[in-house]
């Protein structure tokens, strides 16, 4: 049966509550008050996801037990278990609730009543075992089955931004998709972790900052109340910045900067200032080795990549094992059908696609594999043109 319950102003401005709603992309916050209702007056439930989805979030087309796992990995609510039935309760509950004293007594068994407690996915955090199926679902939605860094839709794995070896946890912020190239080609610790994350916009200060509120949560639990979650972890967040603001070299095109600015930030992967200073910094030595540095821009864009890399072309084209650039463009153009999955327009571009198997099956082929059909593709492209004209 639900309930009036009351909402504190605070809980809008509880920012665990808000990286959580972040870190999983899951309505948590209605979830969660919504759960309010759907408890008794000891703040307790019967840990049943769909009858409580119709309750609480009746028209979100969402996974109510991964709502639930994602309240539970950041200590909002605790799930127990008596003769094999599952429970949860909100551990701030009497903190927060008025409960009228006409209100009936809770039928549902006490947690600190020798019940047992599931905290698995909140046990796992730090521990090095599998990462909970629930996060890892959460983290293949965000990054949309993709890799973070190429692209490529096959041979995925999850990688720890921060590695596990020097403290990172298995929360969704620390955890991303990388194709198993991608990812065995990141070092592990030293100099060139540091580089590596880098490339991110990421440095060894931000794991601590990422880590935070998980630390905080288990050393308020540590310290044996559990409630002290709130207020606990109040994280200084960097000041919003604007890549697209700022100062550029005069031989960058400040149109195309911005799109990629603006890429990344539809993408949600906005560049941070770290970011943004170190791919200055990288554009200034490509430049100075006369490569074309408008092509690393594009060809990220492109192929929907994190980062840049150094391209391969000079400024002026001349590369002897590279094609031709006036067939670039062209190229790129179909990169970008096969990473949003979509037939090209240009009849020229849907035979070469058709060539290689079609844009479904191109989808399915890693960067890496792309990369080399690259050299196939003047050929394909220009007989295509031919049997077209
Ligand atoms: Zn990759």
């Given at each position: ?6 909402v ?26 919504g ?16 009858e ?5 979030l ?7 037990s ?25 551990p ?6 008025a ?34 199926s629930?996060?890892r ?23 720890h ?24 080609a ?5 100099k ?7 490339k ?7 794991m ?29 967040r ?16 400040p ?85 949003d ?36 593709f ?12």
């Amino acid at each position: 049966m639900a309930r009036i319950r009351t909402v504190k102003p605070s809980l809008f401005t509880h920012e665990v509550l808000w990286q959580a709603e972040q870190d999983t992309g899951l309505p948590l916050r209605v979830a969660f008050i919504g759960l309010f209702t759907a408890s008794d007056r000891e703040g307790r439930f019967k840990w049943r996801p769909r009858e409580l989805k119709l309750a609480v979030l009746p028209y979100d087309d969402v996974d109510f037990s991964r709502v639930l796992d994602g309240l539970q990995v950041h200590g909002l609510v605790a799930k127990y278990e008596v003769d094999g039935e599952f429970f949860g309760y909100i551990p701030t509950w009497a903190k927060h609730q008025a409960i009228n004293q006409r209100e009936s007594q809770s039928t549902l068994p006490d947690p600190h009543g020798g019940a047992r407690a599931c905290t698995l996915p909140e046990m796992q955090l730090h521990s090095p075992v599998n990462i909970p199926s629930a996060i890892r679902a959460t983290v293949l939605a965000r990054d949309e089955n993709r890799c973070s860094r190429c692209a490529a839709k096959s041979d995925l794995t999850i990688d720890h931004i921060f590695p596990q070896s020097i403290g990172g946890t298995h929360l969704p912020t620390n955890l991303r998709i990388l194709c198993r190239s991608c990812n065995s080609a990141r070092p592990v610790q030293g100099k060139g972790l540091i580089d590596d994350l880098a490339k991110d916009g990421l440095t060894m200060d931000d794991m601590q900052r990422m880590c935070m509120h998980v630390t905080a949560h288990v050393e308020g639990k540590r310290k044996g109340s559990g409630k002290e979650v709130e207020g606990e972890a109040t994280r200084k967040r960097a000041p919003t910045f604007d890549a697209a603001s700022i100062d550029l070299p005069e031989w960058l095109n400040p149109d195309l900067w911005k799109t990629w600015v603006a890429d990344r930030a539809q993408r949600r992967k906005p560049i941070t200032e770290n970011a943004a200073k170190q791919q200055i910094a990288d554009l200034t030595e490509w430049h100075g080795k006369g490569l074309d540095i408008h092509r690393a821009i594009k060809d990220a864009i492109n192929g929907g990549w994190q980062g840049l890399f150094e391209p391969k072309t000079k400024a002026n084209g001349a590369n002897g094992h590279t094609p031709p650039a006036d067939l670039t463009e062209q190229w790129m153009a179909l990169r970008g059908c096969i990473r949003d999955g979509r037939q090209p327009a240009d009849p020229i571009l849907a035979a070469v696609a058709l060539k290689f198997g079609g844009i479904h099956r191109l989808g399915e082929r890693t960067t890496f594999d792309l990369d080399r059909m690259r050299r196939d593709f003047d050929s394909a492209y220009n007989s295509a043109k031919s049997a077209n004209a």
